[in-house]
T-cell receptor
Framework: SAVISQKPSRDICQRGTSLTIQCQVD?????MFWYRQQPGQSLTLIAT?????????ESGFVIDKFPISRPNLTFSTLTVSNMSPEDSSIYLC?????????????FGPGTRLTVL | AQSVSQHNHHVILSEAASLELGCNYS??????LFWYVQYPGQHLQLLLK??????LVKGIKGFEAEFIKSKFSFNLRKPSVQWSDTAEYFC??????????????FGAGTRLAVHP
């Protein structure tokens, strides 16, 4: 398993500003992911954070809006840029632990973002 | 594209009633299957998982799930629910493609309310 922490745990931001969310893991992991959980909705994958290269974004998400950094195997950041009220969500970081026949993800506590 | 369907969006039960939440997925190959739970105000937690072997898996807090490959289903069950089981339950699937990373796909979630 892996222990994941996120900062901040919550924030209230003004429209047009940007927020950077940090994700720290207690061990080196190859694969880290960022998800969004909009109010009353399920989790949607934003991107895979790749160490040493650009993130891989899912359909509907772009680097200009959600730039991601992954400087090493235990840390990643997600920035929500030029925010609007529609960006109000919980943002979650996860890490994958893979074996020969399994692939399990562990989730951080999430960052609750409210945009006014 | 792969998808996960949870048939019940809202379920209301009395304490001691039996619970079954449906989950179906659309992928014909090997899968890893998960149920996650999110208690009010808390972060996502793993309830149980299936990788291989016995299709009946037992998780925490008396929950179990059965993988029926022919039906592409992974239904969650509990014989007697408690008020503390009030939460949102998410089914998730990882299609195990050979090579590359394997995406975790979430269902829409089922909101369970248990009345004393």
């Amino acid at each position: 398993s892996a222990v994941i922490s996120q900062k901040p745990s919550r924030d209230i931001c003004q429209r047009g500003t940007s927020l950077t969310i940090q994700c720290q893991v207690d061990s080196q992991v190859t694969m880290m992911f960022w998800y969004r959980q909009q109010p009353g909705q399920s989790l949607t994958l934003i991107a895979t954070a790749n160490q040493g290269s650009e993130a891989t974004y899912e359909s509907g998400f772009v680097i200009d809006k959600f730039p991601i950094s992954r400087p090493n195997l235990t840390f990643s950041t997600l920035t929500v840029s030029n925010m609007s009220p529609e960006d109000s969500s919980i943002y979650l970081c996860s890490v994958a632990v893979r074996g020969k026949s399994y692939n399990e993800q562990f989730f951080g506590p999430g960052t609750r973002l409210t945009v006014l | 594209a792969q998808s996960v369907s949870q048939h019940n969006h809202h379920v209301i039960l009395s304490e001691a009633a039996s619970l079954e939440l449906g989950c179906n997925y659309s992928y014909g190959g090997t899968v890893n299957l998960f149920w996650y739970v999110q208690y009010p105000g808390q972060h996502l937690q793993l309830l149980l998982k299936y990788f291989s072997g016995d299709p009946l898996v037992k998780g925490i807090k008396g929950f179990e799930a059965e993988f029926i490959k022919s039906k592409f289903s992974f239904n969650l069950r509990k014989p007697s629910v408690q008020w503390s089981d009030t939460a949102e339950y998410f089914c998730a699937v990882t299609p195990m493609f050979s090579g590359g990373y394997n995406k975790l796909i979430f269902g829409a979630g089922t909101r369970l309310a248990v009345h004393p």
